[in-house]
C-alpha cells in the first residue's frame, strides 16, 4: 500500500535534511559520522530539489529514479558505521542504522508514479 504521495513525500524529504543537519549537535556526533550526516543533509537536499515532484526546482531527476536513489541510500545507511569503522559508536551507529530504515520504510510507502498528484 502506497501511502505517501509525491508531495507528502517531499516534505519527509526537508525533514530528513534538517534531521541529517541537526544530528551532529542533537546526537553530540563528531568527526566522521558528523561529516557524513553533514554532507548527507546537502546532497539529500540537492537531490529533492533536482528531483521531478511537486518541490523540485529543476526537476531533472524524473521521480522514479529519485525512488531508486533512495532504495540504495537506505541500505547503504545500514552498513556504514560497520563499513566506515565506527560502529563502536553507539549513538553514530544506532543513528545511521534507524535513518537508513526510516528511508527504506518511506520509499516502500510512496507513491513514485504520483497517481492523481496535482503538481
Request: charged letters at 15%.
Amino acid at each position: 500500500m502506497k501511502i505517501f504521495s509525491p508531495r507528502t513525500h517531499g516534505y519527509l524529504d526537508f525533514l530528513t535534511v534538517v534531521i541529517f543537519l541537526l544530528a551532529p549537535t542533537v546526537l553530540g556526533l563528531s568527526d566522521l559520522p558528523a561529516y557524513l550526516s553533514y554532507g548527507l543533509a546537502v546532497v539529500h537536499l540537492i537531490v529533492t530539489l533536482v528531483s521531478d515532484f511537486p518541490f523540485g526546482i529543476a526537476k531533472v531527476i524524473p521521480f522514479y529514479i529519485h525512488g531508486w536513489i533512495e532504495r540504495i541510500v537506505g541500505p547503504v545507511l545500514i552498513m556504514v558505521p560497520f563499513i566506515l569503522g565506527f560502529d563502536a559508536d553507539t549513538v553514530a551507529r544506532n543513528f545511521y542504522v534507524v535513518m537508513g530504515a526510516i528511508i527504506i520504510a518511506v520509499g516502500i510507502l510512496t507513491d513514485y508514479r504520483g497517481v492523481g498528484e496535482i503538481r
